[in-house]
């Protein structure tokens, strides 16, 4: 990967933030009406022409990542009003202790890394990097199916451990990593300069949205013929048995179930993103918590 492409990505992380490294740029996106404090931070990496590019359709407004159902009424509109502010404030308690520390998401594919590594982005005034799209920057193919059909898994799995190695030197990042990227015990060595963070999403969820979009971008799950839903599902069962334990590595796991059990429901297809962007800044802190040593020596704000 190009130094330049790590440096660009380096001072994007600075994005949002004042020159004390305070957040005071930083603003939950609320509707329309309320939305004249938005500061905004878009990059692509490797670009420096980007940097403070406003932003784009890619990053989902918090508004919309907390609504789950269509046509919503007032009532849906005001309590998701109501959790955009729980997350902003719970935000708010989180940021002080992370000391500037690049948060990485991992799970799954289709676990929500990216969705609800975006919306955590958004509360604490982070950039937010996909290390999928990374590795097709650095490698200079459009998609991940078509580097593992170039050239194969391992030339892949080569790339995303450099790209994470030149993450792991940076600040202020919350990253999506690959579903598979937890594999290699040297990923973790990288990920552990940060905080990390396990999306555990039961199988049948997973099916579920893979199917509704399709398998194509997804090579290891792709199959030409056969029901979508069942043959993700089977493949999910395969990888989450060879990969459950690696996933455990995290510092902090958040647990779909859990969060339905919690709410009163049976099944986590009523969870927002915003329910679980939550869960993961309340996980985060009771990991901060119980280790603070390392929260308050081992760290500097970047
Ligand atoms: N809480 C949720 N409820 C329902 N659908 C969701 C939720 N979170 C994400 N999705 C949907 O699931 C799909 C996968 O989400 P996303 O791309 O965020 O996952 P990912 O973990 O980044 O996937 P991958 O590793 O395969 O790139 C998308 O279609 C997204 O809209
Ligand atoms: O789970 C996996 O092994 C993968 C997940 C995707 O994010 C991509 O990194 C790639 O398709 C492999």
Not at 27 to 45: C, I, Y
Not at 80 to 90: E, F, G, Q
Not at 105 to 112: A, D, E, K, R
Not at 146 to 164: C, G, P, Y
Request: with cysteine; aromatic share 6%; hydrophobic share 40%.
């Amino acid at each position: 990967m190009e130094m330049a492409a790590v440096l660009s990505l380096q001072s994007c992380s600075l994005i949002g933030l004042d020159r004390s490294g305070n957040k005071n740029g930083c603003s939950v996106r609320l509707p329309d009406r309320w939305s004249e404090q938005r500061k905004v931070q878009a990059v692509r990496f490797g670009d420096s022409r980007n940097i403070g590019a406003p932003l784009r359709s890619g990053y989902p407004e918090l508004k919309i990542a907390c609504c789950s159902k269509k046509n919503m009424g007032s009532e849906n509109f005001h309590n998701s009003v109501d959790a955009a502010l729980i997350l902003k404030n719970k935000s708010e308690d989180v940021f002080p202790y992370l000391n500037g520390r690049c948060i990485y998401l991992v799970g799954m594919m289709g676990s929500g890394k990216s969705t609800v590594g975006k919306i955590l982005s958004e509360v604490l005034c982070y950039s937010f990097f996909d290390s999928d799209k990374l590795v097709e920057q650095a490698v200079g193919v459009s998609s991940v199916a078509q580097i593992f059909k170039d050239h194969s898994e391992a030339f892949f799995r080569d790339n995303e451990s450099k790209v994470l190695k030149d993450l792991s030197s940076m600040h202020r990042l919350v990253v999506a990593t690959g579903g598979g990227a937890v594999i290699r015990p040297i990923n973790w060595k990288y990920m552990k300069q940060g905080l990390t963070v396990w999306l555990d999403v039961p199988l049948e969820a997973l099916a579920r949205r893979i199917a509704a979009v399709g398998t194509a971008s997804r090579p290891l799950l792709h199959q030409e013929s056969g029901d979508p839903y069942k043959k993700a599902f089977a493949k999910l069962t395969t990888l989450s048995e060879q990969r459950g334990k690696a996933y455990a590595n995290a510092d902090a796991r958040v647990c779909l179930d859990d969060i339905a059990a919690k709410q009163g429901h049976g099944d986590v297809s009523v969870l927002t993103p915003t329910d679980i962007a939550l869960e993961a800044l309340m996980k985060l802190e009771c990991f901060l918590s119980e280790n603070s040593s390392v929260t308050n020596s081992q760290y500097i704000q970047g």
